[in-house]
């Protein structure tokens, strides 16, 4: 169905697992409302600087299957340290701003390498979807416990995985995701979106 060598950008879950781009912090499902496009992957010609996979993506279909799976390589900004044990980044840049000499000095540093399959039923008014990520960064991920950052995975490699859902009942829009990572920490989303009379929305 769809092949893509170069930039991509992938959505993979509803917020939990992977989305690239400038709004990837948002579930796409909140963005767009009641939409069913399960589009996993997407290529870019623009000039942004960042959140972005460089590499090679594909999807498959057949009858209401689909299978998308992904490669990718790719450097990124970062504020690189070192301590007793050697280099490590404790945070990444996702501006893409490279204006000043500090910026530049944190241009393309870690390079990251991400593997990522996501196997999907889509029918006319439910869908669902399990997926998984593997990243790999070639300086390991370090953060001084504190308050803020005691929930924060240290290391080098890093997978989650996850499972979710979509349902369309009349005008009422139900969705969620449940994924756990490396170290089986849980993490759920899950709402609804509707309209009453088409003239109030709510969520």
């Known amino acids: 169905q769809q092949v893509i060598f170069g930039t991509y950008k992938a959505k993979y879950g509803q917020g939990l697992v992977l989305q690239t781009g400038f709004n990837?912090?948002?579930?796409?499902?909140?963005?767009?409302?009641?939409?069913?496009?399960?589009?996993?992957?997407?290529?870019?010609?623009?000039?942004?600087?960042?959140?972005?996979?460089?590499?090679?993506?594909?999807?498959?279909?057949?009858?209401?299957?689909?299978?998308?799976?992904?490669?990718?390589s790719n450097k990124v900004?970062?504020?690189?340290?070192?301590?007793?044990?050697?280099?490590?980044?404790?945070?990444?840049?996702?501006?893409?701003?490279?204006?000043t000499e500090l910026e530049l000095s944190k241009k393309d540093v870690v390079t990251v390498k991400d593997f990522g399959w996501s196997l999907s039923y889509v029918g006319h008014d439910f869908n669902m979807s399990l997926n998984q990520v593997y990243s790999n960064f070639d300086l390991p991920f370090k953060q001084e416990e504190n308050y803020f950052s005691h929930e924060y995975l240290n290391g080098r490699n890093f997978h989650v995985q996850s499972i979710d859902f979509n349902y369309l009942w009349r005008n009422?829009?139900?969705?969620?995701?449940?994924?756990?990572?490396?170290?089986?920490?849980?993490?759920?989303?899950?709402?609804?979106?509707?309209?009453?009379?088409?003239?109030?929305?709510?969520?």
């Open 24 to 72: 990837n912090y948002k579930s796409q499902f909140l963005n767009n409302g009641m939409t069913f496009t399960k589009q996993k992957v997407k290529g870019i010609n623009s000039n942004e600087e960042s959140s972005y996979m460089k590499g090679a993506a594909f999807s498959l279909k057949y009858l209401k299957f689909r299978m998308n799976a992904f490669v990718s």
């Open 77 to 99: 900004d970062a504020t690189v340290y070192e301590d007793s044990l050697g280099a490590f980044f404790s945070s990444l840049n996702n501006s893409g701003l490279h204006w």
């Open 172 to 203: 009422i829009h139900v969705f969620g995701e449940i994924a756990v990572d490396k170290t089986f920490d849980v993490a759920l989303i899950s709402g609804a979106t509707g309209t009453i009379n088409e003239l109030i929305n709510y969520g």
